[in-house]
């Protein structure tokens, strides 16, 4: 056994067993690697990543690598979702030399953490399209660490530079009205007209920009930013991209057609894909959005949620190192034993089943995808068909879920659980969302250090996206229930971060609470705006400030939220797709902002009709507010234009139509 046995990780527990002598990140591994003048093999992976389990057991298993490693490099392993801080900078750098990243990262490191070289996955043996097997790569690291030292030590200087350079994302400029119409265009182009979605293979959901598309959609009347959304709910509701039978999307597609996907099903993807089918069922009342969603929703609390009040981080796309998908398809012989004949028939028909199937590395193996409709009569025999599918899909061994409780992915999937409560009416999705939120503010929230990024683990702290995800799903929870806590949470939050992670000088938040600490490029704070792959956290802060300043109109909310806006408006465009999260801060902060206001008595009545009315309705830029009264009334304001009150649903729904 390594040191990893005692890690907290799974992922990181996963690789004690290996002859490797992994260390964990931090202060003592960089001292040894100084102290014995010995460069550093970092690897960054994750439990439910496919390619990191390959080289798991192609090379760091193998006794014969293990005893290249230990006697020439320290070795560190670090989990990316543990650690995000660490993967963003380090990705950073192997993009510089590379031009891609990914995961496993493979990282060649000076004992002060600096990269001379790097890659993602490498094959155990050399191969005849040019990839040099790993043992290969490990002599010529070491040689060029002993024999051409001035070439490393230039090498890692360049790519620190370049490092240090990117982690500043912002690019200061005015709030131009047409910023918005810029970016839904430079989103347009991107569009897959024939598939949906944006770009080619392989094809990631970009919930944020379906998001900022319905309200621009709403508020210019033009059809086509609703057939882009459209089209692509669509091809991932259809695609095998999304799990016909648990329900759930896995996390990307690895063709064009959403078909084919990377197994793994991420918290943060479905909570995002998960406001999204809700937020296309309340603008657009399509039921197939409404169905997804109430999919999505089942799969979450069947294999992710904690009752106690958590959500798990993933489940992996596999059960072994030598297995790719085989939980989640299907041979024709596998699904015949399970059907009698009208279900085979239909099903089949509707997900393509056939003796040759799509994955390359067994093509007796189909992944279940929507290709047609079935026909009249025939949908009966179809839901009979994938009860019995799930049945006996469940009876095989599943892959590992990682039952991690982050705080940021925690609140984003709460957040979402109230949005899906309201849009779905399923009161069990407020009910956990809220004691997920509870459990976030007393177990991670501490006033003088912000969020952990753990549940009920003090380390590690500091990262500003526990921070703004937690502050925005407490704004859910306040307009969701009312009370006044959650909002004064938000509120706390937000200060915190002020304080902690804010750039004063030049404006934006950077992504550590503090300069100067950790190893190597931890020692310069990134201030990302890009969503990758989750929503950045300059883009989630900025929405943070938008709502705080419509829930309570103190200028002090507004003053922050344009200097948030003026220090990232010159990259908004230019990002486009992948800067949505900003955009629609931007779009916040340019278009009025409609607010409904509803009082009355607590409990059932024609306040509470009116208050589940008021969360379910779509407006763009919408913020609800519930205080409690003896007279039900509600108010709708637009801008500064606002309504009568009104007493009754039917004469809200009237209003805001």
């Known amino acids: 056994m390594n040191q990893l046995g005692t890690e907290a ?32 093999l970092l690897d960054i992976g994750a439990v439910w990543c496919h390619w990191c389990h390959v080289m798991d057991g192609e090379s760091y298993e193998d006794p014969s690598v293990a005893t290249v490693l230990n006697r020439d490099f320290v070795c560190i392993k670090v989990d990316r979702d543990e650690r995000p801080d660490v993967d963003a900078r380090y990705q950073r750098a192997v993009q510089a030399l590379t031009g891609q990243g990914g995961w496993p990262l493979t990282a060649f490191l000076t004992p002060d953490g600096e990269v001379f070289f790097g890659g993602t996955y490498f094959p155990p043996e050399d191969n005849p399209y ?43 400029g005015p709030l131009d009205p047409d910023i918005p119409a810029q970016v839904a265009n430079q989103m347009a182009r991107l569009f897959d007209v024939r598939y949906g979605g944006f770009g080619t293979a392989p094809k990631f959901p970009h919930p944020g920009a379906l998001e900022f598309l319905v309200a621009r959609w709403h ?9 882009v959304v459209e089209k692509t709910l669509a091809g991932m509701a259809r695609g095998g991209v999304r799990d016909h039978l648990g329900g759930g999307f896995h996390r990307y597609a690895v063709d064009e057609r959403w078909i084919v996907p990377h197994f793994e099903k991420m918290s943060y993807d479905n909570s995002e894909l998960l406001r999204a089918y809700c937020t296309a069922t309340a603008a657009f009342g ?27 981080t993933s489940q992996d796309a596999d059960v072994g190192p030598h297995d790719d998908g085989d939980y989640w398809t299907w041979t024709e012989a596998e699904a015949r034993a399970v059907l009698n004949d009208a279900e085979w028939a239909v099903a089949a028909a509707v997900f393509d089943i056939g003796a040759v199937g799509e994955m390359h590395h067994n093509r007796a193996k189909n992944v279940l995808w929507r290709k047609r409709d079935p026909a009249d009569g025939q949908r009966p025999a179809l839901m ?3 009860a019995k599918l799930k049945q006996a899909r469940d009876r095989r061994r599943a892959p590992y879920v990682d039952r991690s409780a982050y705080v940021s992915w925690n609140a984003m999937m709460a957040g979402a659980f109230l949005q899906a409560g309201a849009t779905l009416d399923r009161p069990e999705c407020n009910a956990l969302a809220l004691k997920t939120l509870e459990r976030i503010w007393t177990e991670a929230w501490n006033a003088e250090t912000g969020l952990s990024h753990v549940l009920g683990r003090a380390a ?17 929870a306040y307009e969701a229930t009312g009370r006044d806590e959650w909002r004064d949470r938000a509120v706390a939050v937000m200060a915190y971060c002020a304080t902690a992670h804010w750039d004063e000088p030049r404006g934006g938040y950077f992504d550590l609470a503090r300069a100067g600490t950790g190893a190597a490029y931890l020692t310069t704070r990134a201030k990302p705006v890009q969503d990758a792959p ?11 400030l938008a709502r705080l300043w419509a829930l309570t109109g103190d200028r002090i909310w507004r ?32 278009h009025p902002v409609t607010r409904i206001d509803v009082v009355g008595p607590a409990g059932p009545g024609p306040a509470c009709a009116m208050h589940l009315l008021a969360l379910q309705a779509y407006r763009p830029r919408k913020v609800v507010v519930r205080s409690i009264a003896a007279t039900p009334s509600a108010t709708v304001c637009v801008g500064t234009t606002c309504s009568l009150p009104v007493t009754e649903a039917p004469a809200l729904e009237a209003l805001l139509a």
């Open 559 to 590: 003053d922050r939220l344009d200097r948030q806006l003026g220090a990232f408006a010159g990259v908004a465009v230019p990002l486009g797709l992948h800067g949505a999260t900003v955009s629609r801060a931007i779009d916040w902060a340019l």
């Open 130 to 172: 040019g990839r040099p097997g790993f043992l290969s790569v490990l002599a010529r690291m070491v040689g060029l660490y002993r024999d051409e030292r001035d070439t490393v030590n230039g090498n890692a200087a360049a790519i620190r530079t370049h490092v240090i350079e990117s982690l500043d994302e912002s690019k200061s």
């Open 219 to 227: 508020d210019t009347h033009e059809p086509w930013p609703r057939e």
């Open 286 to 312: 399509d039921p197939e959005w409404r169905a997804v969603a109430s999919h999505l929703v089942d799969w979450v609390l069947e294999v992710l949620s904690d009752p106690l009040g958590a959500f798990s």
């Open 9 to 40: 990780s799974a992922y990181l527990k996963s690789a004690a067993h290996q002859p490797v002598h992994w260390l964990p990140w931090g202060d003592a591994a960089f001292a040894q690697a100084r102290a014995q003048d010995k460069p550093i």
């Open 384 to 386: 009979t068909a994938i």
């Open 460 to 476: 590690p702290l500091g990262m500003l996206d526990d921070n703004v995800q937690s502050a925005a799903a407490f704004l859910d």
């Open 534 to 544: 989750t929503p950045s956290g300059n883009g989630v802060a900025a929405l943070v």
